[in-house]
């Protein structure tokens, strides 16, 4: 595919478009800003809620929906929700009792809340910086946090004991479920349909293109699920070799610019004419 057929850039945020310190480069907004001045459009999806993303919109002059929860959630940017795929809520107990099983912290979104037990278990404070929002501390999870859930987490430093309930998720929940992993600390439970090679189909009929005009950007696991929904797929430098294997190409790492340097070696060539 030249770079001239590509209608839409789709991209994940953490470990992609953002830095360590969960930033945007001058060089990742210039990129976009190429994209929209070429009628090329970009979205973004990742594990976050959409509230999660919304410090992304300003800068990136957002015009099309942002998928949360690796599509849990499609929101404009005004954050207007447009759809949301629920976890059933026997899905999601029987999901909680894997985490519990491989010994994963859980924790709770539904579409106004983020749920934990212990807001001192790790990683809580990172998430909270990151997304920019606090989650709400309770007992347990109620029969209501139930039927209202969009995703669960199941998160630990144990990064074998993740993927192992990655496995057991997948086996056990079978096609109840989408259950990958976002980062090695993190187990994502979803919808069947909230997973991101459903957000490359969905992006793709809501802006009336075809996927083969798409190109992806991603670092996680999770990633490859909208690499094969794309034309072109690219993996960030700090991927795993698993992710990688799947991509079109490879760039550099989030820490040194690898989006930017995508979309100018990839999909917007600097010296094209």
């Known amino acids: 595919m030249s ?15 953002v830095t360590g310190e969960k930033e945007l480069t001058a060089r990742a907004v210039a990129a976009v800003r190429r994209l ?11 594990g976050r809620p959409p509230r999660g993303m919304s410090m992304l919109i300003d800068p990136l002059g957002l015009r099309t929906p942002m998928a949360g929860f ?3 959630t499609f929101a404009r940017p005004d ?13 999601a107990a029987d999901a909680l009792a894997i985490l519990a099983r491989h010994k994963l912290d859980a924790w709770l979104y539904t579409p106004g809340q983020w749920l934990v037990r212990d807001v001192n278990a790790p990683h809580v404070a990172h998430e909270e910086w990151t997304v920019k929002f606090p989650p709400q501390q ?17 998160v630990s430093d144990d990064h074998d004991a993740v993927a192992e309930a990655e496995q ?17 600390y993190y187990l994502d439970v979803t919808n069947p349909a909230a997973n991101k090679g459903g957000v490359a189909d969905r992006l793709a009929t809501m802006l009336g293109i075809d996927e083969s005009q798409i ?35 490879v760039t550099e790492s989030n820490e040194n610019d690898g989006f930017a340097m995508a979309i100018n070696r ?4 600097e010296n094209a004419e």
């Open 138 to 154: 309770v007992n347990d999870f109620t029969d209501e946090h139930m039927r209202n859930v969009v995703k669960i987490v199941g």
């Open 266 to 269: 990839f999909v917007l060539p």
């Open 215 to 249: 190109v992806t950007i991603g670092d996680g696991p999770n990633d490859v699920l909208m690499f094969r929904r794309s034309g072109i797929s690219i993996a960030m430098g700090n991927a795993a070799d698993s992710v990688k294997q799947n991509a079109t190409y």
């Open 36 to 46: 929209h001045d070429a009628g090329i459009a970009f979205a973004v999806t990742s």
């Open 168 to 184: 057991a998720a997948q086996r056990e929940l079978g096609a109840r479920a989408s259950a990958t992993r976002s980062q090695p």
């Open 3 to 17: 770079f001239t057929q590509v209608r839409l850039v789709l991209s994940d945020v953490d470990g992609t478009l």
């Open 79 to 91: 954050l207007s929700v447009i759809e949301a795929h629920a976890v059933p809520a026997d899905v």
């Open 70 to 72: 690796n599509g849990g």
